[in-house]
């Protein structure tokens, strides 16, 4: 897993540090094994600005696992639970964080914010910025409750592994 490498073009409103975010977030997708994968699509569901869903406009449709990658601004918990692989949860959206993450628990939903308490909260995975980079916590305690789990690889690149 090389996220450092990931090249991002800057075509729209999304900021420099948006699109990173929205690579990582396809990166894990990658590196993620589901426990039911019968669905056609992968959907990301982002819960946040629409400025941050633009981030992604370069990876709608593509193909990863052999499925379509589709990227959707949500706006409720609800909506992440129908159709979603994995949810974002921007900065934006920290103070409804631990009633989101209460819903999603033990679903097969892979929960990704920048919330500082995330993890503690039930969240599986937390970026965070260390000076002009951008790294990331993986909850595997969390994960398993949810029924998934992660390449060697992405385990190797996290900046922590909580247990």
């Known amino acids: 897993m090389s996220l450092p490498s990931v090249s991002v073009s800057y075509g729209n409103t999304a900021t420099k540090e948006q699109h990173l975010k929205a690579a990582f977030l396809v990166q894990f997708v990658k590196y993620t094994v589901w426990p039911d994968s019968s669905s056609k699509n992968i ?8 400025a941050f869903t633009q981030a992604f406009s370069k990876y709608q449709g593509k193909r990863l696992h052999g499925k379509t990658l589709e990227i959707v601004r949500i706006d409720d918990v609800v909506d992440a639970e129908t159709c979603c692989q994995l949810v974002f949860l921007t900065s934006t959206e920290s103070r409804k964080s631990r009633r989101i993450l209460r819903h999603l628990v033990k679903k097969p939903i892979l929960t990704v914010s920048e919330n ?4 503690r909260n039930g969240g599986i995975i937390r970026i965070l910025k260390k000076g002009p980079k951008l790294k990331f916590v993986i909850s595997v305690r969390n994960a398993k409750k949810s029924g998934l789990e992660f390449s060697s690889r992405m385990l190797k690149v996290a900046h922590a592994v909580e247990k």
């Open 43 to 50: 959907t990301i569901g982002v819960l946040g600005p629409g």
């Open 116 to 119: 500082n308490s995330f993890t």
